[in-house]
């Protein structure tokens, strides 16, 4: 991965998430077949956001916050026990709002989560 003003870096499934400003130019070039990307741009005036990065094998409860909180199953199956039980498979996402007892995921087997996290900046609410 080429992004203007940062090193040229190599990316896998298993290395730190990486963070850069969406508006500045990049280019990519694929080392070992096809690649799932995922992309959080929120627009810097009015929203914030984090993407983490979870590998579950025993159930775990995600916070959820003020905002929006999405939890995409990049590889396995959970369930998420509520009022209205959901199951997620392989690129499944469960978009949820604030909950105050944030959300009990629990996985078949080992599965891969990003969890993002999207709020407003104060005043824009």
């Known amino acids: 991965l080429e992004i203007a003003?940062?090193?040229?870096?190599?990316?896998?499934?298993?290395?730190?998430?990486?963070?850069?400003?969406?508006?500045?130019?990049?280019?990519?070039?694929?080392?070992?077949?096809?690649?799932?990307?995922?992309?959080?741009?929120?627009?810097?005036?009015?929203?914030?956001?984090?993407?983490?990065?979870?590998?579950?094998s025993a159930p775990v409860e995600i916070r959820t916050e003020a905002g929006t909180t999405l939890i995409l199953c990049l590889d396995g199956d959970i369930s998420v026990p509520a009022a209205e039980p959901v199951r997620l498979g392989p690129l499944d996402t469960l978009l949820s709002g604030p909950v105050?007892?944030?959300?009990?995921?629990?996985?078949?087997?080992?599965?891969?989560?990003?969890?993002i996290r999207i709020r407003a900046i104060a005043g824009n609410d």
């Open 100 to 115: 105050s007892t944030g959300l009990l995921v629990q996985p078949a087997h080992e599965a891969t989560l990003y969890v």
């Open 5 to 56: 003003g940062y090193p040229p870096r190599s990316i896998n499934r298993t290395t730190a998430l990486f963070s850069f400003p969406a508006d500045v130019q990049t280019s990519a070039a694929l080392i070992g077949g096809p690649i799932t990307d995922l992309n959080v741009m929120t627009r810097r005036s009015r929203m914030t956001h984090s993407v983490e990065r979870l590998v579950i």
